[in-house]
């Protein structure tokens, strides 16, 4: 298994920016599929962005243009540049792993299901 370790949440204003850091461990191999997802109190886990071990990145509509996902994978290390944040952006932010699979499936990048390695989380508050 992978560990996955995030880190870089923290309190901000409306319209700053931060950037989440996800550190993976263990049994890893860089070009798996990765993904940001966040949880809110009383709701649901949603994903808001994924990136395949080729690099190709998807967005969910609530994140597009303001969220960017990249990997360093000389570091092993998972980023989510968070711009021109919003109240609505509070959350637990979570990093998870598809260790199974290369490319992230356009029926699963989003669910929880589709990842087998989660971290512990960061905590965003945008007020």
């Known amino acids: 298994h992978v560990q996955l370790v995030e880190s870089g949440g923290e309190s901000v204003q409306a319209g700053g920016s931060l950037r989440l850091t996800c550190t993976a461990s263990g049994r890893t191999n860089s070009r798996v599929c990765m993904g940001w997802f966040r949880q809110a109190p009383g709701k649901e886990r949603e994903g808001g962005a994924a990136?395949?071990?080729?690099?190709?990145?998807t967005y969910a509509d609530n994140v597009k243009g303001r969220f960017t996902i990249s990997k360093d994978n000389a570091k092993n290390t998972l980023y989510l540049q968070m711009n021109n944040l919003k109240p609505e952006d509070t959350a637990m932010y979570y990093c998870a792993a598809d260790t199974r699979n290369t490319y992230c499936r356009d029926g699963s990048w989003s669910a929880r299901g589709g990842y087998n390695s989660w971290g512990q989380g960061t905590q965003v508050t945008v007020s």
């Open positions: 990136r395949s071990g080729n690099g190709r990145t």
